[in-house]
């Protein structure tokens, strides 16, 4: 059984920061990809970002330059920094990671609500 749970989503205005946390937990012998998608009201769920060890990091065009992704491998944790927040980064935010023989799980997301 392996488990992911997101944190650090909250309020935060126009302009501010938020770094978001994911942690698994579990049988997981090796993590592959761990990766945060997102979700706003009324839309479907979106990529946001990725990061594959060894690899690197990859953006949606719509967060280069503000979030950044990374990962702790010794602690199954990925983090999302978010800077320069702005009202269409309000979402349910989500992370996601694909282990052995391409299995996905996803955590159950956190809220980030962009708002003055």
């Known amino acids: 059984q392996v488990q992911l749970m997101e944190s650090g989503g909250g309020l935060v205005q126009p302009g501010g920061s938020l770094r978001l946390s994911c942690s698994a937990s579990?049988?997981?012998?090796?993590?592959?990809?761990m990766g945060w998608y997102r979700q706003a009201p009324g839309k479907e769920r979106d990529w946001v970002a990725h990061i594959i060890s060894d690899v690197g990091t990859k953006y949606a065009e719509s967060v280069k330059g503000r979030f950044t992704i990374s990962r702790d491998n010794a602690k199954n944790t990925m983090y999302l920094q978010m800077n320069s927040l702005k009202p269409e980064d309000t979402a349910v935010y989500y992370c996601?990671?694909?282990?052995?023989?391409?299995?996905?799980?996803w955590g159950k997301g956190t809220l980030v609500t962009v708002s003055s």
């Open positions: 579990g049988s997981i012998s090796f993590i592959n990809v």
């Open positions: 996601k990671i694909v282990v052995a023989f391409g299995t996905n799980y």
